[in-house]
């Protein structure tokens, strides 16, 4: 069966250090891949999608992931941690007609 | 405004007593689905719809009835809702299956 694995279910940095969340999903073919951020209280807003082309997809708010199928994996980073970016973050993997999501991952930013 | 909405945005009931979340989209999405969010468990999908009368199950489907008459609209119905039903549900769509979905704010669910 298809999964989507996020290592950590929290994160913390301090504000201003690199965000890095881990994202790996299992599959045989090259499927769509999101990001999704869920702010306290609200639904889900897409950060950055890859479909086809370009391995490295810039996002919203500084933040950007790229598509190594060696490993199956599709890490979302953000160079600077701002306060703002505290949320919990979904990576999704499309199979077929089903949206695939990982765990979550709560990041929280340190003064 | 593009949007999904929801509603109730909260609701609290008690077990056997059915209930109707419904859901729209202005965006004249072919594909609609529903989640259901749990702590640890990410989103998890109940049905999805490709198209009008066209619905299927998701991962989670047990407990839980849709229907898809309009293309924009796709209520969740919980004939009987019991107390594992309690969860944040979301309503989803996207112009195509494996499409980007843009999200409904979500409804609150408990069910005693």
């Known amino acids: 069966a298809q999964s989507v694995t996020q290592l950590g279910s929290h994160v913390s940095v301090s504000e201003g250090a690199l965000v890095l969340l881990r994202c790996n999903y299992s599959?045989?073919?090259?499927?769509?891949l999101f990001w999704y951020v869920q702010y306290p209280n609200q639904g889900l807003q897409l950060l950055l999608k890859y479909t086809t082309g370009a391995t490295l997809v810039k996002g919203i708010n500084g933040f950007e992931a790229e598509f190594k199928k060696s490993e199956t994996s599709f890490h979302l980073t953000k160079p600077s941690a701002h306060m703002s970016d505290a949320a919990e973050y979904f990576c999704?993997?499309?199979?077929?007609?089903?949206?695939?999501f990982g765990s979550g991952t709560r990041l929280l930013v340190r003064p | 405004e593009a949007q999904v909405t929801q509603n109730p945005r909260y609701l609290i009931t008690v077990t056997g007593k059915k209930l109707t979340v419904t859901c729209s989209q202005n965006?004249?999405?072919?594909?609609m689905s529903w989640y259901r969010q749990d702590p640890g468990l990410g989103l998890r999908q109940i049905y999805y719809?490709?198209?009008?009368?066209?619905?299927d199950k998701g991962d989670v489907p047990e407990g839980y009835k849709v229907s898809r008459k309009e293309k924009r609209n796709f209520p969740l119905i919980l004939e009987s809702p019991s107390p594992n039903q309690t969860s944040l549900y979301f309503c989803a769509s996207s112009f195509v299956a494996g499409d980007e979905q843009y999200f409904g704010p979500g409804t609150r669910l408990t069910v005693t």
């Open positions: 719809s490709m198209n009008v009368e066209v619905t």
């Open positions: 999704a993997v499309s199979f077929s007609y089903k949206l695939i």
């Open positions: 599959s045989s073919v090259p499927p769509y």
């Open positions: 965006m004249n999405h072919e594909y």
